[in-house]
C-alpha cells in the first residue's frame, strides 16, 4: 500500500520504532505519571510537616538546657544555678557537662529474688535453698576456681570485707563492695543506681542482724538520702572452669521484664596466677542489651570485678593493710547538644520501600496489558524482533524507574530529610540503580504468570505492603538480634523485598545516629564494617538482577507471551549455532504423512497434488503452501481430543486473494492461527515465502501483515500513531512512512474530519476494523491474512475497504475468511469452503457456485 520498503526492518530501525510508540503511549498518560510522582512528594512532605511538629515541641524551654533558681541551703532565698538540675534530669542529653560527676564504682548484682538457689537444673549441694527467696535473704554467689585452691580461696577471702566501711563520704564508698540491681546506661553521666529507687547493696561476706542503713549522696547540687542493704557475697570454689561454664549457662534465664538475667554475681579463674604472676580470668554480667543500639552495655560495671581480684592479689602478697582503691568511675566532658529525632531514619526504612515496590505493579501491570491485549504477539507479527523489544522495553522501564527515583532523592535532599543528605549520594546512587533494574527484571520474570491486568496488579500491591509490614515488624528484629545466625539473614535478602529493606535499614542507622553525633552518615568505607550489611546486599542484588534477567528472558521464549508459540530453547541456551537456514531460504521439502484422500472431492485432491508437485521443485514461485497441516487440542476434563485443521494442503501465489468461507468452529481461525505462528501445527506443515512456519517465523514476520478477527489496539494511541508505529516496523521512513500513512487513512476512510488523529479508544468499532485492516497492509507485506475484516462495517465503509483490498492484490497473497458470500465474490480470486475442518471444495467464486448450489446455504 504506497511504497513499499526496501527489506526488513534493521534492529535499530525496529527499536526507533519502538521507542517512539512507548514515548507517545507515556505522553498519553501523563497524568498517571504525575500521580506516581506525587506519592512520594506527599509522603516527604508528610515526615516533613511531622518533623516540624516534633521539633517545635523539642525547641520548648523545658526540653532545653537552661537556667533554674534553686533555694541551697534552705533560707528561702534561691539562687540562680544553670546546667544539670537534680529536679530536672532529662536534660542531661543536652546540656554541657565540663566536669562529669564522680560515682562510686559498683558491681551488676541479681535482685534477691533472681539470685542462685539450689534448684533441678542447679543441683549443687553448696548453692542454698530456694527458700530465700521467700525472705529476701539468698545470698549473691561469686565462682572461683584455679590450680591451686588454696591460692584461690585466699584471694576470695580477701575480696570480701566481713563489715561495714566508712560511709561518710562519696570517696570512702569505695572501700565497700557495692553493687546494684538497676540497668546500667551507655554512660555515666547519670548512675541510675542512685535514681531508680532500688537500693544499693553493700556485698559482705557476712551479714548482720541491723545491716541496712541510709545515707546522703550528694548528686549535683541536691542531698538524696540512698537506702545501702547488705548482700551476702557466697564464695563457692569448683575444680575447673568448665563446672563455671556450666553453672553459668544454666543461671542464664528471663526475668519477669522479659530481660536476660544471670543468676551468678560473678566468677574468677586464677588457674594462670600464682606467687609471682598474676593471670586472672573474669566472667561478669553483660547480658544487658540497649535495645535501640543492640549493643551490649554490661561493660559500664566491670572495671569493680577487675579491681577486687587485683586488689585481693596485692593484700595476698603485702598484706591486709595495702590497698588499691578504685573511687570512682566518671564519664568524659561533653558539649551541649540539641535534641534532635530525625523522624525520617526512624519511619524512612518502611515508608520509603514501599516508596520504591510501588514502581513494581506499575511495570508489571503495562507488560501484562500488552500480553491481555495480544500486543506483544501482535508487534511480533509485524516484524518486531525479541531483542529489539527487550532491549527498549527494558531501558524503557528503567528511565522511568530512574527518572522517579532521582526525583524522590532529589526532593528529598531539598526539604532536608538527614536520610539522603547525610548518606554518600554515590552509595544511594549504587544501590537504588541495581534495586531498580533488579525490580525491572523481576516483574519481566512474573509478568509470565498473570494474563489479566487487575489480578496482577492487585497481587502485586498486596505484596508491596506485605513487603514493607513483615520487613518492619519481623525480618528487622532478626537484623537487630546479634543471636540470630548471619546465614539465615542472607537466606532472607535473598528475597528481593527484604533486600531492599535492609539497604535502607543501614542508611537509616547511619543517618540517625549521624544526626545524632553530628557527623556524617554512611560512606564507602563503613561497607567493610562487620556489622554493616550493605555490602552483601549489594553483592545479592547484582546476582540476582543477573539470574532473573536471565530467566525471565528464557521463560519469555519458552512460553512466547503465554500463547504456546514456538520458539527455540535451543537458541536460547544456544547449545548449537544457529542453523544455516537462518540465513538462507531452504529447500522445500514433504513433511508428515499424506492422509487418506478417497473421500476427497477431485477439486481439493487435485489441490493436494499441486501441492505435493511443488514441493518436489527446489524453489517454488508460490507465495503460500501449506503441506497437509493439521491442528488438534488435546482433549480436557474427559473430553476428547478437538481435531480443529484436517491434513489441509494449499498453494497460493502472489496476486491471489484466496477466501475462506464456513460456519463458525469449522476451523478457519485455527489455520490462521497457525499460518501467523500463534499456534503450532500438530503436525505437517506450511512455507511462506519459502519459510517454514516451525522454524523461521522471526523472518516470516518481515513480509507478512495480518488483520485478527479482534482488534489489537492501544487504546490511547491515535490511528495515525498505530501506522506510524508498524510503517517504522516494516522499514518505512521519511517521506514515504507519511505517505504511506495517509493513504491508508484516506483507503479506509479515516483521514476525513481528523478522525486518523484521535485515540483508539474513542473509535466505533467498525473505525477500529478499519484501521486493523490498514495496519496489516502498511508496508507492502508480501502475505496478508484478512481475519474477517469487515465485520461490524456499514455498507459504504465496507465497500471502501474492499476497494483497498482489491488495489491491495496487487504482488501479495491474501488469505481472507468471512461468512459474507457477497464478499468473497468481490474480493476473492479462489474461494474454499471450509467445514469440519477441512475442505470441501475449491476454485473461483462461478465454479463453486456451480458445484455447491447457488447461495452454499448447505455449507452454513
Known amino acids: ?28 498518560n501523563i497524568k498517571t505519571n504525575i500521580r506516581l510522582v506525587s506519592f512520594p512528594f506527599l509522603l516527604c512532605l508528610l515526615l516533613v510537616l511531622l518533623q516540624s511538629l516534633i521539633n517545635n515541641e523539642l525547641d520548648k524551654p523545658e526540653n532545653k538546657c537552661g537556667c533554674t533558681c534553686i533555694d541551697t541551703n534552705g533560707d528561702g532565698q534561691c539562687e540562680r544555678v544553670c546546667g544539670i538540675q537534680y529536679s530536672d534530669l532529662d536534660q542531661v542529653s543536652y546540656c554541657p557537662i565540663p566536669s562529669p560527676p564522680e560515682w562510686p564504682p559498683l558491681l551488676q548484682i541479681p535482685a534477691p529474688e533472681y539470685r542462685a538457689v539450689s534448684t533441678n537444673y542447679i543441683a549443687s549441694n553448696d548453692f542454698p535453698n530456694e527458700s530465700c527467696r521467700r525472705t529476701g535473704s539468698c545470698p549473691a554467689a561469686v565462682l572461683f576456681t584455679g590450680n591451686n585452691q588454696t591460692l584461690g580461696q585466699n584471694l576470695a577471702q580477701n575480696m570480701l570485707r566481713s563489715t561495714f566501711g566508712n560511709f561518710t563520704s562519696t570517696e570512702n564508698l569505695a572501700s565497700n563492695v557495692l553493687g546494684s540491681e538497676s540497668k546500667p546506661q551507655t554512660t555515666n553521666f547519670l548512675e541510675p543506681a542512685f535514681f531508680s529507687n532500688l537500693p544499693i547493696y553493700n556485698i559482705l561476706s557476712q551479714c548482720t542482724s ?27 570454689w569448683r575444680n575447673a572452669s568448665s563446672e563455671i561454664n556450666d553453672v553459668l549457662f544454666k543461671g542464664y534465664r528471663k526475668g519477669n521484664s522479659e530481660r536476660k538475667i544471670n543468676e551468678i554475681l560473678a566468677a574468677y579463674d586464677f588457674s594462670n596466677s600464682n606467687e609471682k604472676v598474676f593471670n586472672v580470668i573474669v566472667w561478669y554480667n553483660a547480658t544487658y542489651k540497649n535495645d535501640t543500639d543492640g549493643g551490649s552495655i554490661g561493660l559500664v560495671r566491670v572495671p569493680r570485678s577487675l579491681n577486687l581480684a587485683s586488689n585481693a592479689y596485692l593484700q595476698h602478697l603485702m598484706g591486709q593493710g595495702t590497698q588499691m582503691l578504685l573511687e570512682f568511675v566518671k564519664e568524659m566532658p561533653k558539649p551541649g547538644t540539641e535534641l534532635r529525632l530525625d523522624l525520617s531514619s526512624v519511619l524512612g526504612t518502611l515508608f520509603f520501600t514501599w516508596v520504591i515496590l510501588q514502581l513494581f505493579p506499575v511495570v508489571l501491570g503495562t507488560l501484562v496489558y500488552e500480553k491481555e491485549q495480544k500486543l506483544r504477539i501482535m508487534m511480533k507479527m509485524h516484524g518486531l524482533g525479541d531483542g529489539p523489544y527487550w532491549m527498549i522495553s527494558y531501558a524503557y522501564f528503567l528511565f522511568i524507574s530512574a527518572v522517579y527515583m532521582l526525583c524522590f532523592v532529589i526532593f528529598g535532599s531539598v526539604i532536608g530529610l538527614k536520610f539522603f543528605t547525610l548518606n554518600d549520594y554515590s552509595i544511594q546512587f549504587v544501590f537504588f540503580f541495581i534495586y531498580i533494574n533488579l525490580q525491572i527484571s523481576l516483574a519481566f520474570l512474573v509478568a509470565g504468570m498473570f494474563s489479566d491486568v487487575k489480578t496482577a496488579t492487585v497481587i502485586a500491591y498486596i505484596g508491596v505492603f506485605g513487603t514493607g509490614l513483615l520487613g518492619g515488624f519481623l525480618f528487622q528484629f532478626f537484623v537487630q538480634d546479634e543471636s540470630f545466625p548471619n546465614a539465615w539473614i542472607i537466606i532472607m535478602e535473598l528475597y528481593p523485598g527484604f533486600a531492599l529493606y535492609r539497604g535502607l535499614y543501614e542508611f537509616a542507622q547511619y543517618s540517625s545516629t549521624g544526626n545524632s553525633m553530628g557527623t556524617d552518615g554512611m560512606v564507602w568505607a563503613n561497607l567493610s564494617d562487620s556489622e554493616n550489611g550493605m555490602r552483601e546486599v549489594l553483592i545479592i542484588m547484582v546476582v540476582e538482577w543477573v539470574v532473573v534477567l536471565f530467566v525471565a528472558y528464557f521463560v519469555d521464549q519458552l512460553i512466547s507471551s503465554g500463547r504456546g508459540i514456538r520458539n527455540p530453547v535451543r537458541s536460547l541456551l544456544n547449545i548449537r549455532k544457529k542453523s544455516i537456514s537462518s540465513f538462507r531460504k531452504p529447500s522445500l521439502t514433504r513433511q508428515g504423512s499424506k492422509v487418506s484422500v478417497g473421500m476427497e472431492k ?21 507465495a503460500i503452501i501449506a503441506d497437509d497441516i493439521k491442528k488438534i487440542y488435546p482433549g480436557r476434563d474427559g473430553n476428547p481430543p478437538k481435531v480443529a485443521v484436517r491434513g489441509l494442503s494449499l498453494a497460493l501465489p502472489p496476486g491471489e486473494c484466496f477466501g475462506m468461507l464456513g460456519p463458525n468452529g469449522a476451523g478457519k481461525t485455527s489455520f490462521i492461527s497457525m499460518m501467523i505462528g500463534l499456534t503450532k501445527p500438530t503436525s505437517g506443515t506450511a512455507y511462506v515465502q519459502n519459510w517454514d512456519i516451525r522454524n523461521n517465523m522471526d523472518l516470516i514476520y518481515t513480509s507478512m501483515g495480518v488483520c485478527p478477527q479482534h482488534d489489537l489496539l492501544w487504546e490511547t494511541l491515535t490511528g495515525r500513531e498505530h501506522l506510524l508505529f508498524y510503517g517504522r516496523l516494516k522499514n518505512l521512513k521519511g517521506a514515504a512512512l507519511e505517505q504511506a500513512v495517509e493513504e491508508s487513512l484516506r483507503g479506509v476512510n479515516l483521514f476525513h474530519g481528523g478522525v486518523g488523529d484521535k485515540q483508539a479508544g474513542k473509535y466505533s468499532g467498525g473505525m477500529k476494523r478499519r484501521l486493523s485492516v490498514a495496519i496489516s497492509l502498511i508496508g507492502d507485506p508480501k502475505v496478508v491474512y484478512l481475519d474477517e475484516p469487515s ?48 475442505l470441501q471444495c475449491i476454485g473461483n467464486p462461478k465454479e463453486v457456485n456451480g458445484r455447491s448450489g447457488t447461495n452454499l446455504v448447505h455449507f452454513f
Open 602 to 622: 477431485a477439486d481439493v485432491q487435485q489441490e493436494r497434488e499441486k501441492v505435493e508437485q511443488l514441493l518436489l521443485e527446489s524453489d517454488s514461485s508460490h
Open 791 to 838: 465485520t461490524g462495517l456499514d455498507p459504504a465503509s465496507r465497500s471502501s475497504l474492499w476497494n483497498v483490498v482489491k488495489r491491495a492484490k496487487q504482488g501479495r497473497a491474501i488469505i481472507l475468511t468471512t461468512h459474507s458470500m457477497e464478499e468473497a465474490e468481490v474480493l476473492c480470486d479462489r474461494l474454499g469452503i471450509f467445514v469440519d475442518g477441512s
Open 1 to 28: 500500500m504506497a511504497d513499499a520498503a526496501t527489506g526488513p526492518a534493521s534492529f535499530w530501525t525496529q527499536a526507533n520504532a519502538l521507542l517512539r510508540k512507548n514515548l507517545t503511549f507515556q505522553k498519553r
Open 210 to 236: 541491723n545491716s541496712t542503713l541510709t545515707i546522703p549522696i550528694q548528686i549535683s547540687s541536691a542531698i538524696v538520702q540512698q537506702e545501702v542493704r547488705c548482700a551476702q557475697g557466697l564464695r563457692l
